[in-house]
T-cell receptor, first 116, second 114 residues
Framework: ETGVTQTPRHLVMGMTNKKSLKCEQH?????MYWYKQSAKKPLELMFV???????ENNSVPSRFSPECPNSSHLFLHLHTLQPEDSALYLC???????????????FGAGTRLSVL | AQKVTQAQTEISVVEKEDVTLDCVYE???????LFWYKQPPSGELVFLIR??????QNEISGRYSWNFQKSTSSFNFTITASQVVDSAVYFC???????????FGTGTRLTIIP
């Protein structure tokens, strides 16, 4: 148990559906991340929230919409996805501030998303 | 730009053998961190180690050891007396000091054969 919990663990959705992925961290961290892991590709950083402000948006399509209501929770809202969006979506958290803080990312178990 | 290369895509060894996973990195920064993570079949990435660029001492933790060599830009990971539970995908990663972004390698799938 890493202290980062993701729900659901598995999700199947149609291209016209709207769904949300949830991530909760119990580590007292101040930064949270969304990654996409596709087969045979490096982990792709999607979004970074630091002190509840979005500090990174890695050219992610607008059909992915993140939300960080507080430092412990992170959501990824999904709508009108494409089959190529099928992947493992991983959430992570770290203590990124102040400068020089530990800044080790701890990951959840991921949500396995299948888009039909 | 930063880059991490894990040239070994898949490795299989028989249980109790030693195995080394290679990691080569590129960065223009003089201050950076290197990491190893383990991803078992359950999916989560498990943090194993962080090493900063000023500390080239090798580290040993039980059956795990890490060899950091700045001269060759390598940060290799050795598992001694491998066990079936070591079967996983292992990722090497890099970030510069004060940056939240991790650059990952493509991972090495390690299979330990009983």
């Amino acid at each position: 148990e890493t202290g980062v919990t993701q729900t659901p663990r598995h999700l199947v959705m149609g291209m016209t559906n709207k769904k949300s992925l949830k991530c909760e961290q119990h580590l007292g961290h101040n930064a949270m991340y969304w990654y996409k892991q596709s087969a045979k590709k490096p982990l792709e950083l999607m979004f970074v929230y630091s002190l509840e402000e979005r500090v990174e948006n890695n050219s992610v399509p607008s059909r992915f919409s993140p939300e960080c209501p507080n430092s412990s929770h992170l959501f990824l809202h999904l709508h009108t996805l494409q089959p190529e969006d099928s992947a493992l979506y991983l959430c992570a958290s770290s203590q990124s501030h102040p400068r020089g803080a530990e800044n080790i990312q701890y990951f959840g178990a991921g949500t396995r998303l299948s888009v039909l | 730009a930063q880059k991490v290369t894990q040239a070994q895509t898949e490795i299989s060894v028989v249980e109790k053998e030693d195995v080394t996973l290679d990691c080569v990195y590129e960065t223009r920064d003089t201050t950076y961190y290197l990491f190893w993570y383990k991803q078992p079949p359950s999916g989560e990435l498990v943090f194993l180690i962080r090493r900063n660029s000023f500390d080239e001492q090798n580290e040993i933790s039980g059956r795990y050891s890490w060899n950091f060599q700045k001269s060759t830009s390598s940060f290799n990971f050795t598992i001694t007396a491998s066990q079936v539970v070591d079967s996983a995908v292992y990722f090497c990663a890099l970030t510069n000091f004060g940056n939240e972004k991790l650059t990952f390698g493509t991972g090495t799938r390690l299979t330990i054969i009983p």
